[in-house]
Protein backbone atom coordinates (compact mmCIF):
# COMPACT_ATOMS: atom_id res chain seq x y z
CA UNK A 1 0.00 0.00 0.00
CA UNK A 2 1.21 3.34 -0.53
CA UNK A 3 2.12 5.33 2.03
CA UNK A 4 1.20 9.16 0.49
CA UNK A 5 -2.80 9.80 -0.77
CA UNK A 6 -2.75 9.64 -4.32
CA UNK A 7 -5.00 12.43 -5.18
CA UNK A 8 -5.18 12.55 -9.14
CA UNK A 9 -5.73 8.37 -8.88
CA UNK A 10 -8.59 8.33 -6.16
CA UNK A 11 -10.19 10.96 -8.40
CA UNK A 12 -9.97 9.09 -11.28
CA UNK A 13 -11.07 6.10 -10.08
CA UNK A 14 -14.09 8.15 -9.05
CA UNK A 15 -14.51 8.88 -12.71
CA UNK A 16 -14.46 5.55 -13.72
CA UNK A 17 -17.39 4.52 -11.27
CA UNK A 18 -19.50 7.25 -12.69
CA UNK A 19 -19.35 6.21 -16.19
CA UNK A 20 -20.52 3.00 -14.99
CA UNK A 21 -23.29 4.99 -13.78
CA UNK A 22 -22.63 5.36 -10.29
CA UNK A 23 -23.03 9.05 -9.03
CA UNK A 24 -19.81 10.30 -7.81
CA UNK A 25 -21.88 12.14 -5.21
CA UNK A 26 -22.91 8.89 -3.95
CA UNK A 27 -19.83 7.02 -3.85
CA UNK A 28 -18.64 10.34 -2.42
CA UNK A 29 -20.47 9.63 1.23
CA UNK A 30 -19.73 6.60 1.48
CA UNK A 31 -16.12 6.56 1.68
CA UNK A 32 -16.51 10.02 3.98
CA UNK A 33 -18.68 7.64 5.73
CA UNK A 34 -15.96 4.65 5.37
CA UNK A 35 -13.12 6.91 6.37
CA UNK A 36 -14.88 8.12 8.97
CA UNK A 37 -15.86 4.72 10.78
CA UNK A 38 -12.59 3.21 10.11
CA UNK A 39 -10.95 6.04 11.93
CA UNK A 40 -13.09 7.40 14.51
CA UNK A 41 -12.04 4.38 17.18
CA UNK A 42 -8.19 5.77 16.74
CA UNK A 43 -9.66 8.75 18.66
CA UNK A 44 -12.34 7.92 21.45
CA UNK A 45 -15.38 6.73 19.37
CA UNK A 46 -16.71 10.32 18.87
CA UNK A 47 -17.53 12.31 16.06
CA UNK A 48 -14.72 14.28 16.17
CA UNK A 49 -13.71 12.91 13.01
CA UNK A 50 -14.09 14.82 9.50
CA UNK A 51 -13.85 13.73 5.80
CA UNK A 52 -13.84 16.69 3.11
CA UNK A 53 -13.94 15.61 -0.29
CA UNK A 54 -13.72 18.77 -2.88
CA UNK A 55 -14.63 17.07 -6.20
CA UNK A 56 -13.67 20.48 -7.93
CA UNK A 57 -10.50 21.11 -6.63
CA UNK A 58 -9.82 17.24 -6.88
CA UNK A 59 -8.66 17.10 -3.24
CA UNK A 60 -9.25 14.70 -0.18
CA UNK A 61 -8.92 15.99 3.26
CA UNK A 62 -9.15 14.09 6.70
CA UNK A 63 -9.18 15.53 9.94
CA UNK A 64 -9.68 15.38 13.92
CA UNK A 65 -11.04 17.91 16.21
CA UNK A 66 -8.83 17.86 19.06
CA UNK A 67 -9.84 20.00 22.48
CA UNK A 68 -6.96 21.31 23.96
CA UNK A 69 -7.66 20.72 28.06
CA UNK A 70 -6.32 21.23 31.72
CA UNK A 71 -4.68 17.83 31.98
CA UNK A 72 -6.73 17.45 34.83
CA UNK A 73 -10.14 17.55 32.93
CA UNK A 74 -9.31 15.10 30.61
CA UNK A 75 -11.05 11.97 30.13
CA UNK A 76 -10.31 10.63 26.62
CA UNK A 77 -6.55 10.63 25.82
CA UNK A 78 -7.35 9.91 22.67
CA UNK A 79 -9.82 12.43 22.06
CA UNK A 80 -8.25 15.39 24.36
CA UNK A 81 -4.42 17.19 24.59
CA UNK A 82 -2.83 18.74 27.40
CA UNK A 83 -0.89 21.83 25.91
CA UNK A 84 2.06 19.88 25.67
CA UNK A 85 0.57 17.15 23.79
CA UNK A 86 -0.31 19.84 21.05
CA UNK A 87 3.07 21.21 20.55
CA UNK A 88 4.58 18.18 20.44
CA UNK A 89 2.35 17.24 17.63
CA UNK A 90 3.36 20.41 15.95
CA UNK A 91 0.99 23.50 17.43
CA UNK A 92 3.33 25.55 19.37
CA UNK A 93 0.72 28.22 19.36
CA UNK A 94 -2.20 25.45 20.77
CA UNK A 95 -3.71 27.14 24.52
CA UNK A 96 -5.95 25.41 26.53
CA UNK A 97 -9.42 26.44 25.50
CA UNK A 98 -8.22 25.74 21.69
CA UNK A 99 -10.01 23.34 19.21
CA UNK A 100 -7.11 21.90 16.85
CA UNK A 101 -8.12 20.64 13.24
CA UNK A 102 -5.01 17.50 13.17
CA UNK A 103 -4.55 16.76 9.62
CA UNK A 104 -4.47 12.96 9.02
CA UNK A 105 -2.85 11.14 5.79
CA UNK A 106 -5.79 8.85 4.89
CA UNK A 107 -3.69 6.58 3.15
CA UNK A 108 -1.32 5.92 5.95
CA UNK A 109 -3.65 4.62 8.87
CA UNK A 110 -2.96 0.83 9.74
CA UNK A 111 -3.50 -2.27 7.83
CA UNK A 112 -6.91 -3.49 9.51
CA UNK A 113 -8.43 0.59 9.00
CA UNK A 114 -7.75 0.68 5.53
CA UNK A 115 -9.43 -2.78 5.34
CA UNK A 116 -12.28 -1.24 6.97
CA UNK A 117 -12.90 1.43 4.94
CA UNK A 118 -12.18 -0.77 1.95
CA UNK A 119 -14.93 -3.13 2.93
CA UNK A 120 -17.17 -0.15 3.35
CA UNK A 121 -16.50 1.53 -0.03
CA UNK A 122 -17.29 -1.85 -1.32
CA UNK A 123 -20.17 -2.79 0.07
CA UNK A 124 -21.61 1.18 -1.04
CA UNK A 125 -20.14 0.20 -4.95
CA UNK A 126 -22.58 -3.14 -4.50
CA UNK A 127 -24.86 -0.89 -3.12
CA UNK A 128 -25.25 1.72 -5.71
CA UNK A 129 -24.98 -0.75 -8.05
CA UNK A 130 -27.94 -2.73 -7.15
CA UNK A 131 -29.59 0.48 -6.58
CA UNK A 132 -29.20 1.35 -10.20
CA UNK A 133 -30.72 -1.86 -11.52
CA UNK A 134 -33.41 -1.66 -9.49
CA UNK A 135 -34.22 1.59 -10.95
CA UNK A 136 -33.53 0.51 -14.59
CA UNK A 137 -36.53 -2.56 -14.09
CA UNK A 138 -38.44 -0.04 -12.38
CA UNK A 139 -37.90 2.42 -15.09
CA UNK A 140 -39.53 -0.06 -17.81
CA UNK A 141 -41.96 -2.21 -15.25
CA UNK A 142 -44.17 -3.63 -18.46
CA UNK A 143 -42.49 -2.03 -21.31
CA UNK A 144 -40.95 -3.55 -24.16
CA UNK A 145 -36.95 -3.59 -23.15
CA UNK A 146 -33.99 -4.24 -26.10
CA UNK A 147 -31.71 -6.54 -24.07
CA UNK A 148 -28.42 -7.97 -24.70
CA UNK A 149 -27.81 -11.94 -24.40
CA UNK A 150 -24.64 -12.56 -22.09
CA UNK A 151 -25.13 -16.40 -21.35
CA UNK A 152 -26.59 -19.16 -22.07
CA UNK A 153 -26.89 -22.49 -20.79
CA UNK A 154 -26.86 -24.57 -23.41
CA UNK A 155 -24.24 -26.73 -22.64
CA UNK A 156 -23.66 -30.37 -21.01
CA UNK A 157 -26.54 -32.76 -20.09
CA UNK A 158 -28.23 -30.98 -17.75
CA UNK A 159 -29.11 -27.70 -19.90
CA UNK A 160 -31.77 -25.50 -18.86
CA UNK A 161 -31.48 -22.93 -21.69
CA UNK A 162 -31.86 -20.44 -19.57
CA UNK A 163 -30.29 -17.20 -20.08
CA UNK A 164 -28.58 -14.22 -18.47
CA UNK A 165 -29.47 -10.55 -20.51
CA UNK A 166 -28.29 -7.37 -19.87
CA UNK A 167 -31.09 -4.76 -20.33
CA UNK A 168 -29.29 -1.12 -19.88
CA UNK A 169 -26.85 -1.13 -16.81
CA UNK A 170 -29.05 -4.11 -15.07
CA UNK A 171 -28.54 -8.02 -15.52
CA UNK A 172 -31.53 -10.32 -14.99
CA UNK A 173 -32.21 -14.06 -15.14
CA UNK A 174 -34.57 -14.81 -18.16
CA UNK A 175 -35.70 -18.19 -17.84
CA UNK A 176 -36.93 -21.07 -20.48
CA UNK A 177 -40.06 -20.72 -19.52
CA UNK A 178 -40.63 -17.03 -20.22
CA UNK A 179 -39.03 -17.37 -23.87
CA UNK A 180 -41.07 -18.70 -26.83
CA UNK A 181 -41.09 -22.21 -28.18
CA UNK A 182 -39.08 -21.43 -31.46
CA UNK A 183 -36.53 -18.75 -29.56
CA UNK A 184 -32.91 -20.13 -29.86
CA UNK A 185 -30.47 -17.99 -28.58
CA UNK A 186 -26.77 -16.73 -28.17
CA UNK A 187 -24.49 -14.86 -26.19
CA UNK A 188 -24.30 -11.09 -28.00
CA UNK A 189 -28.20 -11.54 -29.94
CA UNK A 190 -30.13 -8.29 -29.31
CA UNK A 191 -33.45 -9.23 -28.36
CA UNK A 192 -36.68 -7.63 -27.07
CA UNK A 193 -38.30 -8.56 -23.92
CA UNK A 194 -41.20 -7.94 -21.86
CA UNK A 195 -40.63 -6.58 -18.16
CA UNK A 196 -43.66 -8.41 -16.30
CA UNK A 197 -43.12 -7.38 -13.03
CA UNK A 198 -40.82 -6.33 -10.29
CA UNK A 199 -40.39 -8.49 -6.84
CA UNK A 200 -39.17 -6.74 -3.92
CA UNK A 201 -36.53 -8.79 -2.08
CA UNK A 202 -34.21 -7.40 0.87
CA UNK A 203 -34.50 -3.80 -0.73
CA UNK A 204 -33.19 -5.32 -4.04
CA UNK A 205 -35.65 -5.45 -7.12
CA UNK A 206 -35.72 -8.60 -9.29
CA UNK A 207 -37.49 -8.51 -12.60
CA UNK A 208 -39.76 -11.07 -13.99
CA UNK A 209 -38.59 -11.13 -18.11
CA UNK A 210 -40.80 -12.60 -20.16
CA UNK A 211 -41.61 -12.93 -23.81
CA UNK A 212 -44.77 -15.22 -23.54
CA UNK A 213 -46.95 -12.46 -21.34
CA UNK A 214 -49.84 -10.98 -23.58
CA UNK A 215 -48.79 -7.93 -22.33
CA UNK A 216 -45.72 -7.83 -24.73
CA UNK A 217 -47.68 -8.69 -27.80
CA UNK A 218 -49.68 -5.51 -26.71
CA UNK A 219 -46.83 -3.02 -26.10
CA UNK A 220 -44.77 -4.58 -29.89
CA UNK A 221 -48.36 -2.78 -31.44
CA UNK A 222 -48.01 0.35 -29.59
CA UNK A 223 -44.64 0.51 -30.67
CA UNK A 224 -45.61 -0.44 -34.39
CA UNK A 225 -48.42 1.47 -34.74
CA UNK A 226 -48.43 5.50 -34.79
CA UNK A 227 -52.24 5.47 -34.60
CA UNK A 228 -52.09 3.66 -30.98
CA UNK A 229 -49.52 5.54 -29.56
CA UNK A 230 -51.75 8.54 -30.62
CA UNK A 231 -54.34 7.18 -29.31
CA UNK A 232 -56.34 7.00 -32.28
CA UNK A 233 -56.65 3.08 -31.84
CA UNK A 234 -57.04 1.12 -28.89
CA UNK A 235 -56.37 -2.48 -28.13
CA UNK A 236 -59.27 -3.54 -26.30
CA UNK A 237 -58.26 -7.09 -25.45
CA UNK A 238 -55.37 -9.27 -25.90
CA UNK A 239 -55.39 -13.36 -25.80
CA UNK A 240 -52.72 -15.44 -26.79
CA UNK A 241 -50.75 -19.08 -26.64
CA UNK A 242 -47.32 -17.78 -26.98
CA UNK A 243 -45.49 -19.37 -29.97
CA UNK A 244 -48.59 -20.55 -31.41
CA UNK A 245 -51.24 -18.13 -31.83
CA UNK A 246 -52.63 -14.92 -30.84
CA UNK A 247 -55.63 -13.00 -31.48
CA UNK A 248 -56.31 -8.85 -30.78
CA UNK A 249 -59.58 -7.13 -31.03
CA UNK A 250 -58.96 -3.45 -31.56
CA UNK A 251 -61.29 -0.21 -31.93
CA UNK A 252 -61.09 2.60 -33.13
CA UNK A 253 -62.26 6.03 -31.65
CA UNK A 254 -61.93 8.01 -35.22
CA UNK A 255 -64.73 6.95 -37.62
CA UNK A 256 -62.63 7.52 -40.53
CA UNK A 257 -59.80 5.23 -39.40
CA UNK A 258 -59.77 1.01 -39.47
CA UNK A 259 -58.53 -0.23 -36.48
CA UNK A 260 -57.31 -3.41 -38.39
CA UNK A 261 -56.08 -1.64 -41.10
CA UNK A 262 -54.20 0.31 -38.95
CA UNK A 263 -52.61 -2.53 -36.93
CA UNK A 264 -51.85 -4.38 -40.38
CA UNK A 265 -50.14 -1.64 -42.07
CA UNK A 266 -48.76 -0.77 -45.64
CA UNK A 267 -48.20 -4.25 -47.51
CA UNK A 268 -48.90 -5.60 -43.58
CA UNK A 269 -45.28 -4.72 -42.69
CA UNK A 270 -46.44 -3.32 -39.07
CA UNK A 271 -48.38 -6.58 -38.12
CA UNK A 272 -45.38 -8.56 -39.87
CA UNK A 273 -42.69 -6.62 -37.54
CA UNK A 274 -44.49 -7.76 -34.59
CA UNK A 275 -44.68 -11.52 -36.10
CA UNK A 276 -40.44 -11.48 -36.91
CA UNK A 277 -40.12 -10.10 -33.48
CA UNK A 278 -42.41 -13.00 -31.60
CA UNK A 279 -40.56 -15.72 -33.78
CA UNK A 280 -43.19 -16.72 -36.46
CA UNK A 281 -46.14 -16.43 -33.73
CA UNK A 282 -49.49 -15.91 -36.11
CA UNK A 283 -51.60 -13.03 -35.04
CA UNK A 284 -55.23 -12.49 -36.04
CA UNK A 285 -56.77 -8.85 -35.77
CA UNK A 286 -60.39 -8.38 -35.26
CA UNK A 287 -62.47 -5.49 -34.82
CA UNK A 288 -64.05 -4.68 -31.37
CA UNK A 289 -68.01 -4.48 -31.28
CA UNK A 290 -70.11 -2.96 -28.41
CA UNK A 291 -72.41 -5.74 -29.71
CA UNK A 292 -71.65 -9.41 -28.44
CA UNK A 293 -72.67 -11.23 -31.53
CA UNK A 294 -70.90 -8.85 -34.28
CA UNK A 295 -67.40 -9.13 -31.88
CA UNK A 296 -68.21 -12.43 -30.80
CA UNK A 297 -68.33 -13.76 -34.90
CA UNK A 298 -65.19 -11.78 -35.66
CA UNK A 299 -63.40 -13.61 -33.28
CA UNK A 300 -63.66 -16.59 -34.51
CA UNK A 301 -62.14 -15.41 -38.43
CA UNK A 302 -60.62 -16.59 -39.88
CA UNK A 303 -63.89 -18.64 -39.67
CA UNK A 304 -67.14 -17.20 -41.70
CA UNK A 305 -70.20 -16.78 -39.12
CA UNK A 306 -73.88 -17.34 -40.30
CA UNK A 307 -75.25 -16.58 -36.25
CA UNK A 308 -74.64 -15.80 -32.70
CA UNK A 309 -77.52 -16.53 -30.23
CA UNK A 310 -76.71 -15.42 -26.88
CA UNK A 311 -77.87 -16.87 -23.70
CA UNK A 312 -80.37 -14.96 -22.05
CA UNK A 313 -79.47 -16.45 -17.87
CA UNK A 314 -76.38 -14.42 -17.84
CA UNK A 315 -73.75 -16.85 -17.99
CA UNK A 316 -72.45 -15.54 -21.08
CA UNK A 317 -72.25 -18.60 -22.89
CA UNK A 318 -73.64 -18.14 -27.04
CA UNK A 319 -74.71 -20.59 -29.53
CA UNK A 320 -72.90 -20.41 -32.98
CA UNK A 321 -73.67 -21.81 -36.33
CA UNK A 322 -71.29 -21.94 -39.13
CA UNK A 323 -71.19 -23.70 -42.56
CA UNK A 324 -70.10 -27.23 -42.48
CA UNK A 325 -67.41 -26.17 -44.29
CA UNK A 326 -66.04 -23.55 -41.46
CA UNK A 327 -66.34 -25.58 -38.81
CA UNK A 328 -63.22 -27.45 -38.54
CA UNK A 329 -61.65 -23.44 -39.27
CA UNK A 330 -63.97 -22.48 -36.60
CA UNK A 331 -62.87 -24.69 -33.81
CA UNK A 332 -59.23 -24.41 -35.33
CA UNK A 333 -56.16 -26.98 -34.50
CA UNK A 334 -57.32 -28.63 -31.01
CA UNK A 335 -59.89 -26.12 -30.41
CA UNK A 336 -57.37 -23.23 -30.58
CA UNK A 337 -59.59 -21.17 -32.22
CA UNK A 338 -62.45 -20.70 -30.48
CA UNK A 339 -60.72 -21.08 -27.48
CA UNK A 340 -58.64 -18.04 -28.17
CA UNK A 341 -61.62 -16.24 -29.42
CA UNK A 342 -63.58 -17.23 -26.10
CA UNK A 343 -60.52 -15.72 -24.02
CA UNK A 344 -60.60 -12.73 -26.81
CA UNK A 345 -64.48 -12.17 -25.97
CA UNK A 346 -64.92 -13.16 -22.41
CA UNK A 347 -67.89 -15.30 -23.88
CA UNK A 348 -68.31 -19.39 -23.54
CA UNK A 349 -68.96 -20.49 -27.39
CA UNK A 350 -70.89 -23.39 -28.26
CA UNK A 351 -70.12 -24.19 -31.86
CA UNK A 352 -72.24 -26.17 -34.45
CA UNK A 353 -72.57 -26.91 -38.74
CA UNK A 354 -75.15 -25.72 -40.21
CA UNK A 355 -76.46 -29.12 -41.40
CA UNK A 356 -76.03 -30.65 -37.65
CA UNK A 357 -78.63 -27.62 -36.45
CA UNK A 358 -81.12 -28.21 -39.38
CA UNK A 359 -80.97 -32.10 -38.22
CA UNK A 360 -81.56 -31.55 -34.74
CA UNK A 361 -84.76 -28.90 -35.55
CA UNK A 362 -86.15 -31.52 -38.22
Known amino acids: MKNTFDSKEFFEAIRILEEKGIPAAYMFEKIQAAIISATRNQFGNRDNVVCEIDDQKKTMRVFVRIPVMDESEIEEPAAEWTEEQAHAHGYPDAKIGDVIEHTLNPMSFGRIVAQTAKSVIRQGIREAERELSSQEFKNR ?20 FDATIQIGRATAHFSRADQLPNDHFQPGNLIKVYVASINEENGTSYANISRRHPGFVKRLFELEVPEIHDGVVEIVSVSREPGSRTKIAVNSTDENVDPVGACIGPRGQRVNNVIDTLAGEKIDIVRFSEKSEDYIAAALAPAQVLSVLLEEDGSRACHVVVPDNQLSLAIGNKGQNVRLAAKLTGWKIDIKSLSSVQESEA
Do not use: I, N
Open 141 to 160: HQEVATATVVYVDDKGPDAT
